[in-house]
C-alpha cells in the first residue's frame, strides 16, 4: 500500500497562474481531507468530502475549490494564486464506519507552494 | 468556536530531563490526537485519546487526558535527541466528519 500520496511534492506559481493539487489514497477510505500548514498556526482545514461527489468547506476555503470524483481521489484547485497561499499543503485521509468518521487520520507527505 | 492552544510553543531542554506540553481546548470533544512532524516531514500519529482519563505511553512519551479540564498533556521522561521534533496536539469537531482543529504546535529541541 503507497497509503496518502499528493503530486506534486513542490511548486513555483506566479501571482494570478492556476494549478490543481492531487491527493490519491489507496486504502478505500470515505473521508478526505486539505490542510494547509503555516509557521506558527498548526494545520487549517481548506476543504474536505465524507464521499465521493461530496464537498464541503473547513475553516480557510477562501481562494481554493475542490472535486471528488473518484473516491481514491481529493483535487485542490487554485484558480488565481496568491502569495497569501505559499504554504504547505497536506491531504489526509480516514476511515468511517457506519457513516461516522472513525479512528484516525492519515497523513500524505505535503506540497510544498510558493507563489511570488 | 473550537479552539486548541499549546504551550510552551518552544522547549529547549538537555538530555535526560523531563517536561511537559500541554494542551487545552476550548469546548467538548469526542477524542484528542498527538501527532510529531520532523522539519520537512508529515505528520505522524502518536496517540489518540477517547475519554476523560485516558493515559497512553510509548517508550519516553506519555499523554493524557481530562475532558472536564478540556486539558491534555504530553509528558516527556529523560529526553533523547532523537525526540527533537514538533509536536501537535488536534481535537475533533463535533458531528460526524473527523474534522480537526490543531494546536499551533510545540517545537522541542533536545540538546545533548
Known amino acids: 500500500n503507497a497509503g496518502v500520496t499528493q503530486t506534486p511534492k513542490f511548486r513555483v506559481l506566479k501571482t494570478g497562474q492556476s494549478m490543481t493539487l492531487l491527493c490519491a489514497q489507496d486504502?478505500?477510505?470515505?473521508?478526505m481531507y486539505w490542510y494547509r500548514q503555516d509557521p506558527g498556526m498548526g494545520l487549517r482545514l481548506i476543504h474536505y468530502s465524507v464521499g465521493e461527489g461530496t464537498t464541503a468547506k473547513g475553516e480557510v476555503p477562501d481562494g481554493y475549490n475542490v472535486s471528488r470524483l473518484k473516491k481514491q481521489n481529493f483535487l485542490l484547485g487554485l484558480e488565481s494564486a496568491a502569495p497569501s497561499q505559499t504554504s504547505v499543503y497536506f491531504c489526509?485521509?480516514?476511515?468511517?464506519?457506519?457513516?461516522?468518521?472513525?479512528?484516525?487520520?492519515?497523513f500524505g507527505p505535503g506540497t510544498r507552494l510558493t507563489v511570488t | 468556536e473550537l479552539k486548541v492552544e499549546q504551550n510552551p510553543l518552544f522547549l529547549s531542554m538537555q538530555e535526560g530531563k523531563n517536561y511537559t506540553i500541554y494542551c487545552n481546548y476550548s469546548t467538548t470533544s469526542d477524542r484528542l490526537y498527538w501527532y510529531r512532524q520532523d522539519p520537512g516531514k508529515s505528520l505522524e500519529s502518536l496517540f489518540v485519546l477517547l475519554s476523560n482519563g485516558a493515559v497512553k505511553q510509548e517508550g519516553r512519551l506519555m499523554a493524557s487526558l481530562d475532558t472536564k479540564a478540556r486539558l491534555s498533556t504530553l509528558h516527556i521522561t529523560a529526553a533523547v535527541h532523537d525526540l527533537s521534533a514538533t509536536y501537535f496536539c488536534a481535537v475533533i469537531r463535533s458531528g460526524n466528519t473527523g474534522k480537526l482543529i490543531f494546536g499551533q504546535g510545540t517545537t522541542l529541541q533536545v540538546k545533548p
Open positions: 489526509a485521509s480516514s476511515y468511517s464506519k457506519g457513516g461516522r468518521f472513525d479512528g484516525e487520520q492519515y
Open positions: 486504502m478505500n477510505h470515505e473521508y
